[in-house]
């Protein structure tokens, strides 16, 4: 499975990329205005760090807005994936740029047709929000296995990227039920390696080794 970070951190993001395995990013308007940063110069600083996919999120919600500032986003650097909401707009908008060989990632995604349509629109992403989901109540893996056997059963190429990801288990569900990608946040991605028995583990194993061999 990928690993994207959901952050437009620079730092974090240069952590992430640290590790070696960070496959590309994501980022959305939220994530940006918390950073207080110009999108399209932080966009340009973000992918000079990663080469993989950098989603760009549109702020239009208009058909024609989006293919301005869409096409303007794919401009930055050749990595950049347009995001586009998972709308009607969107959808259309995602099947003008696939034509234009503008990869999108359909984002807002929280029920399994809007999926198939935006497969047969041509994104290259889609983004379930597991999270937020499980926010309202319901149980946002339900979403991602409903959307793995759709495109399985037709064979859509779009891949399915898990969104809103919250904790580790999160993470090790979607790897089970076969997502393409996850894009996590950095506080996420930090505890994937941590386990209590691999500290006092290897704590006895160097004491061990140095009550025998001083
Ligand atoms: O990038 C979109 C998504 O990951 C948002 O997550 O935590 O705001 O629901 P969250």
Do not use: W
Not at 11 to 40: Q, R
Not at 80 to 92: C, E, F, R, W
Not at 185 to 194: A, C, E, L, S
């Amino acid at each position: 499975m990928e690993l994207y970070i959901d952050t437009a951190n620079l730092d974090e993001i240069k952590e992430a990329a640290d590790l070696g395995v960070l496959d590309g990013v994501t980022t959305n308007p939220s994530l940006i205005a918390k950073e207080g940063v110009d999108y399209v110069k932080r966009l340009g600083e973000i992918c000079e760090v990663v080469s993989g996919p950098v989603s760009a999120e549109v702020i239009a919600t208009d058909f024609d807005g989006m293919m301005t500032e869409g096409r303007d986003r794919a401009k930055i650097a050749d990595n950049i994936v347009v995001k586009l909401p998972s709308t009607v707009d969107g959808l259309k908008a995602c099947k003008a740029m696939s034509e234009e060989s503008i990869r999108t990632n359909l984002t807002l995604c929280f029920q399994p047709l809007q999926a198939m349509m935006v497969a047969k629109a041509g994104a290259f992403l889609v983004s379930p929000f597991i999270g937020r989901i499980d926010d309202i109540g319901a149980d946002g893996m339900d979403l991602i296995r409903q959307i793995r056997e759709i495109y399985d059963n037709y064979g859509y190429s779009t891949q399915v990227l898990a969104a809103s990801i919250r904790h580790p288990m999160h993470v090790v569900e979607c790897a089970l039920v076969g997502c393409d990608v996850a894009t996590v946040p950095f506080k996420v991605i930090k505890q994937f390696m941590n386990h209590p028995l691999t500290d006092s583990g290897l704590e006895k194993f160097v004491a061990d080794y140095q009550k025998a061999f001083g």
